[in-house]
């Protein structure tokens, strides 16, 4: 392969203009019936707009690249409670992920049950808008565990 010595020069939406997302709201939470005392709840996606979104699904991301990956350094931070039927308990407790990469960005979640709310918190950076070929699979890594959670089960108590 061929490799050029000359650095790559980012304009416009290339360079790291840092797109900035902070959502805190309350809602009143729909659960899906599964039955016997199960709900479903499903999490909601975010979506930035623009060709270098880099909110999209992991799992239709290559699992390596041998190129830079353009996308968008952005930092959103979410907070948002949903009130849920009294008596509603979140299976497997409380959840908390972290994951950090230095150069590329990091990932926190956290989903809490307080009585009847149940608190969402997720925070995601991405540093760069251009993730290096040897940072790729760290920067999918980020991406899936943003989205590994598609919904939270639930039961009566």
């Given at each position: 392969?061929?490799?050029?010595?000359?650095?790559?020069?980012?304009?416009?939406?290339?360079?790291?203009?840092?797109?900035?997302?902070?959502?805190?709201?309350?809602?009143?939470?729909?659960?899906?019936?599964?039955?016997?005392?199960?709900?479903?709840?499903?999490?909601?996606?975010i979506?930035?707009?623009?060709?270098?979104?880099?909110?999209?699904?992991?799992?239709?991301?290559?699992?390596?690249?041998?190129?830079?990956?353009?996308?968008?350094?952005?930092?959103?931070?979410?907070?948002?409670?949903?009130?849920?039927?009294?008596?509603?308990?979140?299976?497997?407790?409380?959840?908390?992920?972290?994951?950090?990469?230095?150069?590329?960005?990091?990932?926190?979640?956290?989903?809490?049950?307080?009585?009847?709310?149940?608190?969402?918190?997720?925070?995601?950076?991405?540093?760069?808008?251009?993730?290096?070929?040897?940072?790729?699979?760290?920067?999918?890594?980020?991406?899936?565990?943003?989205?590994?959670?598609e919904?939270?089960?639930?039961?009566?108590?």
């Amino acid at each position: 392969s061929v490799r050029s010595k000359t650095p790559m020069t980012l304009y416009g939406k290339a360079k790291d203009e840092v797109k900035t997302i902070n959502i805190k709201s309350t809602f009143d939470a729909t659960l899906d019936t599964i039955g016997d005392g199960f709900y479903s709840f499903p999490m909601p996606f975010i979506h930035l707009e623009g060709d270098t979104d880099p909110i999209v699904r992991a799992s239709q991301l290559p699992l390596s690249r041998v190129t830079p990956l353009q996308t968008s350094a952005c930092d959103i931070n979410t907070d948002i409670t949903y009130l849920i039927p009294k008596g509603v308990k979140l299976v497997g407790g409380k959840i908390n992920r972290e994951l950090s990469f230095d150069g590329v960005g990091s990932v926190k979640i956290s989903i809490t049950l307080k009585g009847n709310k149940l608190r969402l918190v997720r925070n995601m950076k991405v540093e760069k808008s251009l993730i290096p070929a040897d940072k790729y699979s760290q920067y999918r890594q980020l991406l899936a565990t943003w989205q590994e959670i598609e919904s939270l089960l639930l039961r009566s108590k």
